[in-house]
């Protein structure tokens, strides 16, 4: 026999080995390992579980997935006949249960403080992997006036609000300077000299909407810091940030710092209530054990601010409601797509019958999306306490969902989800 084909024969018996004693297999990787270190200096980098697991989400399927699978969506997941039910049964729950809503990071900040509402989920936990929650946020340390549906600059002593009006001030004269300059620049300019004044309008039409949002930010501080009540109640919510930012689990913040501060805002965005973090965790089990990877959750808990700036930067899911199921804290999303068809369906199945338990509502929702909600007691509310959010105004439409052909069917009871057929909506990236 040649040497060439002794060296085959010791390679595939080699092979044959490593693949049936995992003992000697881990040895071996452990000596390459020493060799690169020898060879290097450098360890070989222990790989990442977080990256780890965000890629097993991502892989290739080799078929189709998100809206692209065809799926028969279970009716517990469609829409209500009556849309503003959808919402109503969530409002009329949260009121049960007296569920309090932050309005921004300092309200809730004092919720996680306070260690009786919320717990944090770590990004990579049982059955569950955190993919993109609070990426939106903006790093900006702001009280959120409800009423006025306007972000207002949070300081941490009076030199800092100072400094800031006097910038603001300072930046209303520029711009006034700049305006008339560019103004006499225009009165100036020939006719004739078409680009030339239209580059003039566009500066000037730029500096006056500077001009106007800079007096916008004035008048906010002035009816927001008013008074020496309002300064204390101001100055206090940033005293509750700053103190969680300096010691938040072990690691430090820095609030004056815009990265520092969009990671802090991020990781207050992590918590959820016990309730629906045993749903996240059950559902994630379940889909683990079947398909070998983490299920993905792309949102958990928000302020009312982060809902606002959802909602302005063109999330159709954000729903404008009071309060959003999701400032509860009761809600979470699912991020289908990656998933296929049998995966899609085992998640659905799951959640229906969850729904048919009395445990959550849910909804399959555009952009690939399972909006969940959890009934913190366990059970649904009051079929009256429904009626009643019904009744009122503060119920909108619920977010935008799959559109249904007509069946020329009864319109189906309002208080039941209906069993139209789904037409596949144009699929948007979140």
Known sequence: MSIVALLGVASVASLIYLTSNPDAARRLRQSA????????????????PYAEAVKKLEEERGEPTGRQAKIE????????????????????SADEAGIRSPHDYAELAEMIVAGREYVEMPQLGRGYVLYGVGYSAVGGVTHYEVRRGKSVPLFADEAALEAHEKFLADERTRLEAELKDLDAKLKETPRKERETRQTLGKDIAARRKALKETKEQQSLLVGSYGTPQKKGA??????????????????????ADANSSKEFQARLLTHIRPAALAVVQELGTSYQEKFNRPLPITSLVRTEEYQRLLRESGNPNAADAAPPPHTTGLAFDVYYRYMTAAEQEFVMAEVARLEREGRVE??????????????????PPAAKAVERVLQGK??????????????????????????????KGKRKKK
Do not use: C
Not at 33 to 48: F, L, M, Q, W
Not at 73 to 92: G, V
Not at 363 to 370: G, I, S, V
């Open 234 to 255: 101001l100055f206090a919510e940033y005293a509750v940030l700053a103190s969680l930012a300096r010691d938040f689990g072990g690691r430090a913040y820095d609030l």
């Open 33 to 48: 390992e020493n060799v690169g270190v020898a060879i290097t200096g450098k360890p070989t980098p222990t790989p990442d």
């Open 394 to 423: 503060s119920v909108a439409k619920a977010p935008q969902t799959e559109k249904k052909k007509k069946t020329g069917a009864k319109a189906p009871k309002s208080a039941k989800k209906t069993n139209e057929k789904v037409v």
């Open 73 to 92: 969506i279970p009716s517990e997941l469609k829409q209500y006949s009556n849309s503003r039910r959808f919402l109503a049964i969530q409002k009329a």
């Open 362 to 379: 849910a909804l399959r929702e555009l952009r690939d999306h399972y909006h969940i909600y959890v009934f913190p007691e366990g059970r």
